[in-house]
């Protein structure tokens, strides 16, 4: 059973990648506009790491969108 905070990240992921995808960016072109590597992006969208509140932050402003759209779980 995966607990919550795993269920969060992983939602988070999933967004990121609906909401790149959405406008039409890659991987790489996410990582320019927010100042990220693309195999970190890689890593968000699969839920493999726990992106802070800052890059979140950053992802979200390259997105053209508040935090909250990212996190509405």
Do not use: P, W
Not at 13 to 28: D, L, N
Not at 44 to 67: C, D, P, W, Y
């Amino acid at each position: 059973m995966v607990n919550l905070n795993k269920q969060f990240i992983i939602f988070i992921g999933k967004k990121i990648r609906e909401e790149r995808e959405k406008i039409g960016i890659s991987q790489e072109d996410l990582g320019k506009l927010a100042k990220c590597h693309r195999t970190y992006v890689g890593m968000v969208e699969r839920g493999e790491k726990n992106i802070t509140i800052f890059n979140l932050r950053k992802f979200a402003t390259a997105l053209k969108l508040q935090v909250k759209d990212l996190v509405d779980f």
